[in-house]
């Protein structure tokens, strides 16, 4: 909250502008774009870097909404904490499971 | 936090709720809320990606299945639709976004005409929810005429329970952006509503951001 004026209870915080908005979405769509027009080459599908790429691309558009579209950018850092902790709770538990059903 | 400085109003904004904090408690009851539904779709989607594979009968997602009696079944995600509803659901984010804008900059220079018309992207937003709910419908529709129902096997149980609680959560957020629309069209939404706005519209890009992993681990990941 370094730069961010903040009144006790209601804080005021720079968001983007519409401009930088727009570019979010050009990114989240060109990012979506890719990930379906890899779904439909065979030879990326049976390689064994499709399944990371997709991953990789899934968290860039992830982190990209939550940083941008939600904020939590120009977020209070409590509010990054009260996300980002269950998330990796969450995370782990998904990695614990599927190594525990030998999924992984 | 006294009674005094409870009442207490500062500028144009709301009430403002003195914390321990110093930030409003709806907004952190909403981040905490949200902390935990991830953990909610980490369950759902770890019992997808578990069962993935293990179904004794088909229909499947990704592969063909002939069944003992000679029934052919084709892999039954359709992904060009799904891809159009992800789109929809993206640009819901970009319209939700927006009619934050809008309401927390009304009156502002810059913000006059369409950029400025909070109903105008509440509606829009709302729509765009409703038209990824059609396709949900669609979709699901023609996954029972084509022979799997939520009793079918892993598969279905799984994906109809996934991917039903989450457009369960899309319809509670088009509820929300309807409240809102009506609230603003009664008596208009000012800087003063900001949070409330706000506190809808993490939500509404909580529930993209679970889309976004769910169209990758169970529509494109085969």
Redesign the interface.
């Known amino acids: 909250m370094s730069d961010h004026a903040s009144h006790a209870g209601h804080e005021v915080h720079e968001h983007p502008d519409w401009k930088q908005y727009k570019w979010v979405a050009l990114i989240l769509f060109a990012i979506t774009i890719v990930e379906v027009w890899a779904y439909y080459i065979p030879a990326f599908v049976a390689s064994s870097a499709f399944v990371p790429i997709l991953l990789v691309m899934s968290a860039v558009k992830f982190s990209i909404v939550v940083a941008y579209y939600m904020h939590l950018k120009y977020d209070n850092r409590l509010f990054i904490a009260l996300f980002v902790g269950p998330l990796f709770i969450a995370m782990f538990t998904i990695t614990a499971l599927l190594l525990l059903f030998g999924k992984l | 936090m006294s009674t005094a400085t409870a009442a207490a109003t500062?500028?144009d904004?709301?009430h403002?709720?003195?914390?321990t904090?110093?930030?409003?408690n709806r907004?952190?009851a909403v981040?905490?809320f949200?902390?935990?539904e991830?953990?909610l779709?980490?369950?759902l989607?770890?019992t997808y990606?578990?069962y993935?594979g293990r179904s004794r009968v088909g229909p499947f997602p990704h592969e063909t299945w002939t069944s003992p009696t000679g029934e052919v079944f084709k892999p039954i995600l359709n992904?060009p639709v799904t891809?159009a509803s992800?789109?929809v659901l993206?640009?819901s984010?970009?319209f939700?976004?927006?009619a934050l804008?809008a309401v927390?900059n009304r009156g502002k220079p810059g913000y006059g005409g369409l950029?400025g018309n909070s109903k105008f992207w509440l509606a829009t937003t709302a729509l765009a929810g409703t038209v990824f709910l059609g396709f949900q419908a669609f979709e699901f529709t023609s996954f029972v005429h084509e022979g799997l129902k939520i009793t079918t096997n892993l598969f279905g149980s799984s994906f109809f329970t996934l991917t039903g609680f989450h457009g369960a959560h899309v319809t509670v957020g088009v509820l929300w952006l309807l409240t809102l629309l009506a609230i603003d069209m009664k008596r208009g939404l000012t800087p003063k509503d900001t949070?409330v706005v706000d506190i809808c519209?993490?939500y509404w890009?909580?529930v993209?951001?679970v889309w976004?992993?769910i169209?990758?681990?169970i529509y494109?990941?085969?």
């Open positions: 500062h500028d904004h709301e403002v709720h003195y914390t904090t110093g930030l409003d907004k952190i981040w905490a949200i902390g935990s991830c953990m779709f980490a369950s989607i770890s990606l578990i993935k992904i891809s992800t789109f993206l640009m984010s970009l939700m976004v927006m804008a927390e950029k949070l519209a993490l890009h909580f993209d951001v976004i992993a169209f990758t681990l494109l990941i085969q």
